[in-house]
Nanobody
Framework: QVQLEESGGGLVQAGGSLTLSCVAS????????MGWFRRAPGKDREFVAS????????SYIDSVKGRFTISRANAQNTVYLQMDSLRPEDTAVYYC????????????WGQGTQVTVSS
């Protein structure tokens, strides 16, 4: 199985920055893409960003475009989420996930890392 471990969350003031990391281990060789999701208290999990493993094509939810940057280090099986100009509404538990093929849903969820943005 694939295991994902998120790190880098914390408490930051509005306008500040954080960089999240997610390291994949186990059976990761078939990865098509990896993504970041988040779940705010009382809210459903939502997609934030994704990146294809081979081509590096990125996708973002509109609310984070221009503020967040997803990247990856393929050799290290690591995906990053650079978050700038953070807003209180970005407060959530952030999860990374893996998509094995273009036809597969995201899965292999990590445990999540808490991001709290204070005003």
């Amino acid at each position: 199985q694939v295991q994902l471990e998120e790190s880098g969350g914390g408490l930051v003031q509005a306008g500040g920055s954080l960089t999240l990391s997610c390291v994949a281990s186990g059976r990761t060789f078939s990865t098509w893409s990896m993504g970041w999701f988040r779940r705010a208290p009382g809210k459903d999990r939502e997609f934030v960003a994704s990146i294809t493993w081979r081509g590096g094509s990125t996708s973002y939810i509109d609310s984070v475009k221009g503020r967040f940057t997803i990247s990856r280090a393929n050799a290290q099986n690591t995906v990053y989420l650079q978050m700038d100009s953070l807003r209180p509404e970005d407060t959530a538990v952030y999860y990374c996930a893996r998509r094995a093929t273009p036809a597969s849903p995201f899965g292999s969820w990590g445990q999540g890392t808490q991001v709290t943005v204070s005003s």
